[in-house]
Structure formats: structure tokens, C-alpha cells
């Protein structure tokens, strides 16, 4: 059916890459690695808030593939979708690296700026076939991978939770985007047909079978992204955390429903009320969804996600009409447990359980009814970034 979308795959990205390369820099390149994207299965905005979230990655990657060149230049061409290439100064401690233009390279110099240890000049291809500002992360898949290409070329390997909060560390500092530790966790660490139960908090994680038999994860792109002010998602992360401060917590992790009163009572604004109440349902429902999933309770779990969909678009107000409009459209629909959409918001994915027998006749269903042209796919929980064997 067209309007599925089907990922490419590392070795086809990879040939790709090393083709570009060769044709680009004149030479093979001398180290590979990739890192996927995500959708989250539940727990949305509440990773700043050091709550539970619980997201799978996807066969959807960045490709990047690089070797020394013997200079202080790094030399980065984004093939595909982007065709750019970009330059800049490998850093010394006398010029380190400071964000510019293009915007892109930022999330490139941030990691090469955060990597522990010395990065000399180097040449490298990026291509992907995540879309880029769909919701699916490609920003921290881009972050992952350019930070495992470089443990292989400097031949050091970083623990996994401080690489991912040496990514996320890049994000706040270069394109400035003030996220949570999700994406950059989950890409790192994610294990193929497990979906990750992570602790924002502790910065632990489990493994969680996802073995939903004849039922599949259904990935729908409204391919719609509001830009607003793109001071959204800060003001958000910053009424989350005045509500914490109210509370005296260090975050709203540590809160009960029994704080909003509290809240109340302190004449609290009705929006951090508002967003308070999110964050405390929504840790809640992202750890009895991990329960419910593996016990397979797939009625309860779709419950659940129509309620983290309603709370997301009215406590949170991250969604819009869009989205709003793909869950209505597949509430009801026949063989559909629940939906709701998946991300920061403001536009990007939803995320469905349908039984596979009636994903067909609910794409069919989306197609004749949604205003926007949506695409598809079915997520096969996937393996996180790794070095890719170059022959
Ligand atoms: P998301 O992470 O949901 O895709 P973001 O807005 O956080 O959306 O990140 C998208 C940005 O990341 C792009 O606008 C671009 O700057 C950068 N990016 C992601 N993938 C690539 C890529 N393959 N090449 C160049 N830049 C990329
Ligand atoms: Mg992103």
C-alpha cells in the first residue's frame, strides 16, 4: 500500500555512505556506526521531570561512516535528505568549538565538543532514513552516532549512560534545545524486541520484552510540524519544574496527586496546576503500562494510552489538531486498543496497538479520513547504536 514507509537498513545505508565517501573525499572510510531513532510507548514530557518513560527504538537509522584526514579540520556532508556539507576546527583547548551555522552541524559539534578526550580532524558521511522533526528523534540519533563513530575512531569506548548524557549534554549546549535524557538513553541502549523501561531519575533501566504477538505497534506520521515560537517546550519544562519548587521537591517525580492540592491551596497558576497533574498521572501510567505489556494486558495498555493522549492535549496542550484528529479517527476503529501521539507533541507520530489482521482497514480508514497525508509503518522494537564492521 503507498503511504508505508519502510526503513532502508544498515547495510544498504551503509553502502550508501561508503559510496558518497569515496566519491566525496577520494578514499575508503576507515570506521562505520549507526544509531537508531524512537517512538516512546508511554511517558511523555516527563523525562525532565526524572519520571519513568518507556520507549522502543526503531529499524530507522543514522548512518555515519569517517576517517582521520590528518588535519585540525573535521569536514561533515549530511547526504540525502540534507546535502549539506559543513566544516569546522577540530577543538584545542585554546579554541574550543562554539555553535553557528549551519544549524544542523550543531548537534554534530556538540557531541565532537562533549567527547571525553581528543578528537582530531576528521572526514565523514552522515545519511539517514529517519525523517528529520517527525517526533522519532533524529537529533539524538544524530548525536549517538557521531559520538560511537568517534569512540572507534579515538578507540575509546564510553560507559553507555554517561555517552548518552554526554549527547544530551550537546543538545542543551549547541542547538540549545533543553531535553530529557529519553532519546539519547534509548537509542544508546535499547535491545532489539525490548522496549526500555528507563528511571529518569536514577538513571536505570529494564528491559521489557515486548511480545505483543498478533498485535502491532502501528507508527502513523501526521507529517505536520507546528514551529510556533519553539518556546514551547521550555516554558513546559520550566512550569514543571516552578511546580516542583512549590512543593519543595527537587522534582515532580517525588509528587502525589495529593500535592495538587497543595498546589491549590498555594494559589498556584492554573496552567503549572495544569502541568503538574500531566507529569504525576503520566509517571504513573508509564510504569503500569511496563506491568500491563508484560502481561500482555493489551486492553488495559491501550486504556491508558487514550488517557496519556487526552492528558497530553488538554493538561499538557503538546498536541495538535492533527494529532488529535489520527486518535479520534482510530478510537473505535475495529482491532485498535488504544492510540495516542508519541514525542514532544506540536505535531510528529501516534502511536497505535492494532491487531495486525486490521491494520490494513485502519490505514484505509486514516487515508479517507484524515485532512493531512499521513505515512505508516509497523515498529519492530530495535536494536540501539553500534559500530558497523566496514569490510
Ligand atoms: P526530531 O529529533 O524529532 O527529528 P528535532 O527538531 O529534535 O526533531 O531534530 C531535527 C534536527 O536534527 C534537524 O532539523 C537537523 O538539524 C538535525 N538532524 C537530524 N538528522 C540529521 C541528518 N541526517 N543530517 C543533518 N541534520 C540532521
Ligand atoms: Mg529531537
Redesign the pocket.
Known amino acids: 500500500m503507498t503511504n508505508e514507509v519502510t526503513a532502508v537498513g544498515d547495510a544498504a545505508l551503509l553502502r550508501r555512505a561508503c559510496d558518497t565517501f569515496a566519491t566525496r573525499f577520494g578514499r575508503a572510510p576507515a570506521a562505520a556506526a549507526c544509531a537508531p531513532?524512537r517512538a516512546n510507548l508511554m511517558g511523555d514530557h516527563v523525562d525532565y521531570c526524572e519520571g519513568f518513560v518507556l520507549p522502543v527504538a526503531l529499524p530507522f537509522v543514522?548512518v555515519v561512516v569517517g576517517s582521520h584526514n590528518g588535519t585540525g579540520q573535521c569536514n561533515v556532508l549530511?547526504?540525502?535528505?540534507?546535502s549539506?556539507e559543513a566544516s569546522f576546527s577540530a577543538p584545542t583547548p585554546d579554541a574550543p568549538l562554539r555553535p553557528g551555522e549551519?544549524?544542523?552541524?550543531?548537534?554534530?559539534k556538540g557531541v565532537v565538543a562533549n567527547f571525553p578526550g581528543r578528537v582530531r580532524g576528521f572526514d565523514a558521511v552522515?545519511?539517514?532514513d529517519?525523517?528529520?522533526?517527525?517526533?522519532?528523534?533524529?537529533?539524538?540519533?544524530?548525536e549517538v552516532a557521531v559520538f560511537t563513530i568517534l569512540e572507534e575512531l579515538e578507540g575509546k569506548k564510553v560507559d553507555p549512560v554517561q555517552k548518552a548524557k554526554l549527547c544530551q549534554k550537546a543538545?542543551h549546549e549547541f542547538?540549545g534545545?533543553p531535553?530529557g535524557i529519553m532519546?539519547q538513553y534509548v537509542v544508546t541502549l535499547a535491545r532489539k524486541d525490548h522496549a526500555l523501561l528507563i528511571d529518569c531519575r536514577s538513571l536505570e533501566a529494564k528491559h521489557i520484552p515486548v511480545n505483543t504477538g498478533d498485535t502491532a505497534i502501528l507508527v502513523v506520521n501526521s507529517n505536520v510540524?507546528h514551529q510556533l515560537t519553539g518556546s514551547e517546550y521550555p516554558q513546559r519544562r520550566a512550569q514543571c519544574q516552578e511546580a516542583a519548587d512549590k512543593l519543595g521537591l527537587p522534582s515532580l517525580r517525588g509528587a502525589t496527586r495529593k500535592d495538587l492540592e497543595e498546589l491549590k491551596r498555594q494559589n498556584c497558576d492554573k496552567l503549572v496546576l495544569m502541568r503538574a497533574e500531566h507529569i504525576i498521572d503520566e509517571i504513573h501510567r508509564t510504569e503500569q503500562v511496563a506491568k500491563s505489556l508484560a502481561q500482555m494486558d493489551l486492553d488495559r495498555v491501550g486504556e491508558m494510552f487514550y488517557q496519556s493522549h487526552e492528558s497530553l492535549s488538554t493538561l499538557m496542550q503538546v498536541s495538535c489538531p492533527e494529532l488529535d484528529q489520527l486518535v479520534d479517527i482510530m478510537r473505535g476503529a475495529p482491532g485498535v486498543y488504544g492510540a495516542r501521539m508519541t514525542?514532544?507533541g506540536f505535531g510528529?507520530c501516534v502511536v497505535a496497538l492494532v491487531k495486525k489482521g486490521d491494520v490494513e482497514g485502519l490505514k484505509s480508514k486514516i487515508l479517507k479520513n484524515y485532512k493531512g497525508s499521513p505515512t505508516f509503518f509497523v515498529c519492530e522494537p530495535s536494536e540501539g547504536a553500534r559500530a558497523l564492521p566496514i569490510k
Open positions: 531513532g543514522t549530511s547526504a540525502g535528505q540534507l549539506q549551519p544549524a544542523w552541524a550543531n548537534y554534530v552522515i545519511v539517514s529517519l525523517p528529520m522533526g517527525s517526533g522519532l528523534s533524529s537529533s539524538a540519533s544524530l543538545e542547538p534545545m531535553c532519546d510540524k514525542g514532544g510528529g
